[in-house]
């Protein structure tokens, strides 16, 4: 049996959310579970706090949370994100064995020797990620990967465990059964009255591998202290950007995009031979005057060469004066895939793309000449009501610039939306049976019973359903901006059904449900 290896292990307690979180741009503190084949994959402190639990079903995590988020769970999510993170606890250790997204393991030995001992080398580690803004991380230090991911997940007040070397077997005798093998043989082992990791190790190392097989085997030396699991380090990732510096500075977007002209031939060259195309760049720019100006470009295709310096020019146009669109002399211009596809997912169908290839080519092209905004098309966005979720972005980007449709909206109209939305609410009159105008009051009670209403003012049509009110009451903080409203949903003789609001005792119809 191998001697263990002293292993330093961090671990990203939730990372399956804190992934979500950085992807979408969300809040910390909103309560959000992720969900997959209906039950709770992951969810958040603030969502365990209500009573939401891994492995719920999700309408049982939604009645004890009710304002909670629910995304699909997308496995990818985690693998991107950790990516940078992982990137930057190699530049600080070397020999990092990915586990799985927000685990993962190296030797201990380098690094306790470079930075003076093993817990001065998980005191790095712990700054890193605090830098890369990945909080909350543990660390675990002992004789193989096993024992350092309890350490890890031992829940101490400290962020960083340490097991004495020749201490593990000791650490590890009052863990329970079930950390350590296979539910199935977890079970058979509590039934013979095998509860700890220490009754388990102390039984016969033969005789547990003649009745449970090999890996139990392997297994018993582990719970001995003996683990001889081994760290192997991933292979770093290939490097597709491309930089290049300007000696002297230029001052002009011309000189610059055409100087950088081959750089993005080069870039998309070398994704095609290695059979990938981008779908996202992030673009950085620096000047003499020591700015850096660095955005995040996406394309609803694949980025070609005429594409990157397309966004080159719209960055370098937007980021000083008109004239120019230059504060200083641009010294450094870099390139980074941020999204990378196989080729062979966007590759052309035997008779062409269609329509829509052709579309996508005229869009393009009218982009280039007008700018990144000149072509815009429809996108949905956050907010409570219909218009305010009407989002323009411009051709291209997948994102609107305001709050994300994802976010909880309280009060926000249920599914399914209205049809037609109208640009400007057009004035509507609500009538009770009576004749008089109904009305809200600051409770919420109505003045009579919807009967008749108008949508163009002249014409009275009869109500024969209706629903509602459901109170708005927006930035209450705010004397200039805030608003309180009811909104209804009626149903006229037609059977065509409306979405009525009624502020300040006037009636406005907002949309139509086609």
């Given at each position: 049996?191998?001697a263990?290896?002293?292993?330093?292990?961090?671990?990203?307690?939730?990372?399956p959310?804190?992934?979500?979180?950085?992807?979408?741009?969300?809040?910390?503190?909103?309560?959000?579970?992720?969900?997959?084949?209906?039950?709770?994959f992951?969810?958040?402190?603030?969502?365990r706090?209500?009573?939401?639990?891994?492995?719920?079903?999700?309408?049982?995590?939604?009645?004890?949370?009710?304002?909670?988020?629910?995304?699909?769970?997308?496995?990818?999510a985690?693998?991107?994100?950790?990516?940078?993170?992982?990137?930057?606890?190699?530049?600080?250790?070397?020999?990092?064995?990915?586990?799985?997204?927000?685990?993962?393991?190296?030797?201990?030995?380098?690094?306790?020797?470079?930075y003076?001992?093993?817990?001065e080398?998980?005191?790095?580690l712990?700054?890193?990620?605090?830098?890369?803004?990945v909080?909350?991380?543990?660390?675990?230090?002992?004789?193989?990967?096993?024992a350092?991911?309890?350490?890890?997940?031992?829940?101490?007040p400290?962020?960083?465990?340490?097991?004495?070397?020749?201490?593990?077997?000791?650490?590890?005798?009052?863990l329970?059964?079930?950390?350590?093998?296979?539910?199935?043989?977890?079970?058979?082992?509590?039934?013979l009255?095998?509860?700890?990791v220490?009754?388990?190790?102390?039984?016969?190392?033969?005789?547990?591998?003649?009745r449970?097989?090999?890996?139990?085997?392997?297994?018993?030396?582990?719970?001995s202290?003996?683990?001889?699991?081994?760290?192997?380090?991933?292979?770093?990732?290939?490097?597709?950007?491309?930089?290049?510096?300007?000696?002297?500075?230029?001052?002009?977007?011309?000189?610059v995009?055409?100087?950088?002209?081959?750089?993005a031939?080069?870039?998309?060259?070398?994704?095609?031979?290695?059979?990938?195309?981008?779908?996202?760049?992030?673009?950085?720019?620096?000047?003499?005057?020591?700015?850096?100006?660095?955005?995040s470009?996406?394309?609803?295709?694949?980025?070609?060469?005429?594409?990157?310096?397309?966004?080159?020019?719209?960055?370098?146009?937007?980021?000083?004066?008109?004239?120019?669109?230059?504060?200083?002399g641009?010294?450094?211009?870099?390139?980074?895939?941020?999204?990378?596809e196989?080729?062979?997912?966007?590759?052309?169908g035997l008779w062409g793309?269609?329509?829509?290839?052709?579309?996508?080519?005229?869009?393009s092209?009218?982009?280039?000449?007008?700018?990144?905004?000149?072509?815009?098309?429809?996108?949905?966005?956050?907010?409570?009501?219909?218009?305010?979720?009407?989002?323009?972005?411009?051709?291209?980007?997948?994102?609107?610039?305001?709050?994300?449709?994802?976010?909880?909206?309280?009060?926000?109209?249920?599914?399914?939306?209205?049809?037609?939305?109208?640009?400007?609410?057009?004035?509507?009159?609500?009538?009770?049976?009576?004749?008089?105008?109904?009305?809200?009051?600051?409770?919420?009670?109505?003045?009579?019973?919807?009967?008749?209403?108008?949508?163009?003012?002249?014409?009275?049509?009869?109500?024969?359903a209706?629903?509602?009110?459901?109170?708005?009451?927006?930035?209450?903080?705010?004397?200039?901006?805030?608003?309180?409203?009811?909104?209804?949903?009626?149903?006229?003789?037609t059977?065509?059904?409306?979405?009525?609001?009624?502020?300040?005792?006037?009636?406005?119809?907002?949309?139509?449900?086609?």
């Amino acid at each position: 049996m191998t001697a263990p290896t002293r292993t330093i292990l961090l671990w990203c307690p939730d990372w399956p959310v804190t992934a979500a979180r950085r992807s979408r741009a969300l809040e910390p503190d909103v309560p959000l579970a992720l969900v997959e084949s209906g039950l709770v994959f992951a969810c958040s402190a603030t969502a365990r706090d209500e009573g939401v639990r891994r492995g719920q079903r999700l309408r049982e995590a939604q009645a004890r949370c009710p304002g909670l988020l629910v995304l699909p769970y997308a496995a990818e999510a985690d693998a991107r994100e950790f990516e940078p993170v992982i990137a930057g606890i190699e530049a600080t250790i070397s020999g990092v064995q990915l586990l799985r997204p927000g685990l993962c393991a190296m030797p201990a030995r380098g690094p306790a020797r470079y930075y003076g001992g093993e817990e001065e080398a998980a005191l790095w580690l712990l700054d890193t990620l605090d830098e890369v803004g990945v909080h909350g991380s543990r660390i675990g230090v002992a004789d193989g990967p096993f024992a350092a991911e309890q350490a890890a997940r031992s829940g101490t007040p400290s962020r960083i465990t340490i097991v004495p070397p020749g201490g593990t077997a000791e650490f590890l005798a009052p863990l329970p059964i079930g950390l350590l093998v296979e539910p199935a043989q977890a079970a058979l082992l509590l039934r013979l009255g095998i509860r700890t990791v220490a009754d388990f190790s102390r039984l016969d190392a033969d005789d547990v591998e003649a009745r449970f097989g090999r890996e139990a085997g392997r297994l018993h030396a582990v719970a001995s202290g003996l683990d001889g699991g081994r760290i192997v380090p991933r292979l770093p990732p290939e490097q597709w950007d491309v930089g290049l510096a300007f000696e002297p500075p230029l001052d002009r977007v011309d000189q610059v995009t055409f100087g950088f002209r081959a750089s993005a031939d080069r870039f998309i060259e070398e994704l095609v031979r290695a059979r990938l195309v981008a779908t996202a760049i992030g673009i950085e720019v620096e000047s003499e005057s020591g700015e850096l100006s660095r955005r995040s470009w996406l394309h609803p295709r694949s980025f070609t060469a005429a594409d990157v310096l397309d966004r080159l020019r719209w960055q370098l146009q937007g980021s000083g004066r008109i004239e120019s669109g230059l504060s200083s002399g641009i010294t450094r211009v870099r390139v980074v895939p941020e999204s990378l596809e196989a080729i062979g997912d966007h590759e052309q169908g035997l008779w062409g793309s269609g329509h829509d290839e052709r579309v996508h080519h005229g869009l393009s092209r009218m982009q280039s000449l007008l700018g990144h905004g000149g072509v815009l098309t429809a996108a949905v966005g956050g907010g409570r009501g219909p218009l305010e979720r009407e989002t323009l972005v411009p051709w291209g980007d997948r994102r609107p610039a305001g709050g994300s449709p994802e976010r909880p909206w309280p009060g926000r109209l249920p599914p399914p939306a209205p049809g037609s939305v109208f640009e400007r609410p057009r004035p509507a009159i609500v009538l009770s049976s009576d004749g008089s105008p109904v009305t809200v009051d600051g409770r919420g009670a109505l003045s009579g019973v919807p009967s008749r209403f108008s949508a163009d003012g002249t014409t009275l049509r009869t109500l024969s359903a209706w629903a509602g009110p459901w109170q708005i009451d927006e930035r209450w903080w705010d004397a200039e901006n805030s608003r309180r409203a009811s909104r209804f949903q009626v149903v006229d003789e037609t059977g065509a059904a409306w979405l009525l609001v009624l502020e300040d005792r006037l009636w406005w119809v907002e949309a139509r449900y086609d």
